[in-house]
């Protein structure tokens, strides 16, 4: 007779298989995309899910693991999947963004992600990178230590992993495809949630997720941001967290009683149950210090320490202004690397390409939308032109005619970016990438612009880490800004705030040999164009060089 396997003997075996690690062990994971029903905010309407689950199931794995996902597509969508920061050396087949390293995976096909998780540990995501269907298909990826490796802090009682998300009452695919359809903005989510729930709200009276904790333990808590276009505040009332890692590098430890975490971001933070009775409220509400249109509800959970009745009125506590900037920034500001001998913070000193990338909103004539135009967005003023084949494969295999690398390193025309905008607020099209030769170090300083309307940007680089060595609100300096750069312990990221009417400038070294898009991750501004991409050369020998692509990858 076959046994089924119930929900907690699968978290056994899995702690089990963890406990028993050999060094370099692969982990298989098979994801269904399917459709499902779901009750949250009473709404029945099916969702593209993976395995049914929302968020989607949590990949675990050690530093140095191979990982196997096998992904088969039940839905009537094109589905393909990114692994949110992970390098993926020489592996970009495995990237996942959908005409950028791989054809999507059709309805009823399948396609298995090899790769291996070389160099890294800590908390990032996964999640579905073609149209909106990230809206429901994501979840966590959490890569542990080598066994026997230690965290660099106190190791905690338990671990929690805490999914931030928007919901949408709607098809998010009809949302979209309403709004490129009038040219506008498209509506905003109808609620937040945390890892599924978001608390009672109006006409649905739904409970919210509950965090439950014991008097004198300390909890580790992997915050993901896995929102489709917002940025996100967490506060614990009367609890204060210590961060220590963000987009999977570890910081010196940094207390505080707010967090910020942009769209694709992580943010692991330790908390101590210092009280010895009580429940307490979890919040997460919008950051947006721009004059546009959000969702403002606030999602609640509760912090639940064990033995309180459950009837208890949770202590509530204040959430910060959707345009706390202040509170932003000094959290923002006050991150750094850990950069010891065992975690060094190997930042570029020499520079081979310094560019400089505008981020900017714009509008263009569209003779189909019913407005008569079409909002854009784009870097140096050009909107990208998504292809009709993967740009990987392109590369791989010398295809002409399906991109050019002449993307300008700086921007063809100057202005005062955070002053008064242009007359013409019009974009360029075209599939332009920029090509850096392997091992080559560059610095890019991304401003963002006043076209349209200035606004936080949170832009994410696939295939490397960068270090975030300025920040500054106006406009960038290329003569004193540099003098007050830090190189010795700047956060290490993969996705980086542009805070709105200013510049950030990041490090790092093309050491990875393919092509690897970068993005904002606000998704309505990555529809509307505000991406490009690098392509890195081979290096020397079979080691520098890109993987041949995999027999199963799809074909478009």
């Excluded at 739904?206 to 580790?220: C, D, E, I, N, S």
């Amino acid at each position: 007779m076959k046994m089924m396997m119930m929900p907690w003997m699968r978290v056994l075996l899995a702690a089990w298989l963890l406990a028993t690690h050999v060094e370099g062990m692969v982990r298989h994971y098979k994801f269904n995309v399917v459709a499902k029903r779901t009750n949250r905010l009473c709404s029945t309407k099916p969702i593209v899910t993976v395995n049914g689950r929302f968020p989607g199931p949590t990949v675990y794995a050690r530093e140095d693991d191979t990982v196997l996902v096998k992904v088969v597509n039940h839905v009537s969508y094109n589905v393909s999947i990114h692994w949110h920061g992970v390098r993926q050396l020489r592996t970009g087949w495995a990237d996942g963004p959908a005409y950028i390293t791989q054809c999507p995976i059709q309805p009823g096909q399948v396609y298995t992600y090899n790769f291996t998780l070389t160099g890294q540990r800590g908390t990032l995501l996964w999640h579905a990178h073609i149209l909106w269907l990230r809206a429901t298909v994501h979840g966590a990826l959490i890569i542990l230590p080598r066994l026997g490796v230690p965290y660099p802090f106190p190791t905690p009682h338990k671990e929690k992993v805490i999914v931030l998300a928007e919901w949408w009452k709607s098809d998010v695919e009809a949302v979209i495809d309403e709004a490129m359809k009038s040219g506008g903005a498209p509506n905003v989510s109808d609620a937040h949630t945390i890892n599924s729930r978001p608390g009672p709200v109006a006409n649905c009276p739904q409970g919210g997720y509950k965090l439950a904790v014991r008097p004198g333990k300390t909890y580790m808590l992997r915050i993901i941001n896995a929102a489709l276009n917002e940025e996100l505040f967490f506060k614990i009332a009367r609890h204060q967290l210590t961060v220590v890692e963000v987009d999977a590098a570890y910081v010196k430890p940094l207390r505080t009683n707010a967090i910020v975490v942009g769209p694709g971001q992580t943010t692991t933070a330790l908390l101590t149950a210092n009280h010895t009775t009580g429940m307490y409220l979890i919040t997460t509400s919008t950051f947006m210090d721009s004059p546009i249109r959000i969702d403002n509800v606030t999602a609640t959970a509760t912090l639940h320490y064990v033995g309180t009745p459950e009837a208890s009125p949770a202590v509530p506590t204040a959430t910060p202004p959707p345009n706390a900037t202040w509170v932003a920034e000094s959290f923002v500001g006050s991150l750094r690397s850990l950069n010891t001998n065992t975690y060094p913070a190997r930042v570029p000193l020499e520079i081979d390409h310094s560019l400089f990338f505008t981020i900017g909103l714009g509008v263009n004539p569209c003779a189909t939308c019913t407005s008569g135009f079409r909002v854009a967005a784009d870097f140096n003023n050009i909107s990208f032109v998504m292809p009709h084949t993967a740009l990987l494969s392109a590369h791989y295999y010398n295809t002409t005619g399906v991109f050019t690398d002449d993307f300008p390193a700086k921007p063809l025309i100057e202005f005062n970016y955070t002053g008064t905008q242009p007359t013409n607020v019009n974009t360029m099209n075209g599939t332009r990438l920029y090509r850096l030769p392997y091992n080559s170090t560059v610095q890019l300083v991304l401003q963002d612009t006043g076209m349209i309307a200035p606004e936080n940007h949170p832009i994410h680089l696939h295939g490397f880490n960068f270090f975030v060595v300025g920040r500054g609100l106006g406009n960038f300096d290329r003569f004193e800004d540099p003098r007050k750069f830090n190189l010795v312990d700047p956060v290490e990221r993969n996705t980086i705030g542009v805070p709105s009417g200013g510049w950030a400038a990041i490090r790092f070294r093309a050491d990875n040999p393919g092509v690897w898009f970068m993005h904002c991750h606000l998704e309505v501004h990555t529809t509307w164009g505000l991406k490009m991409a690098f392509v890195v050369d081979d290096g020397e020998g079979p080691d520098q060089s890109v993987l041949p692509p995999p027999s199963d990858l799809p074909k478009c």
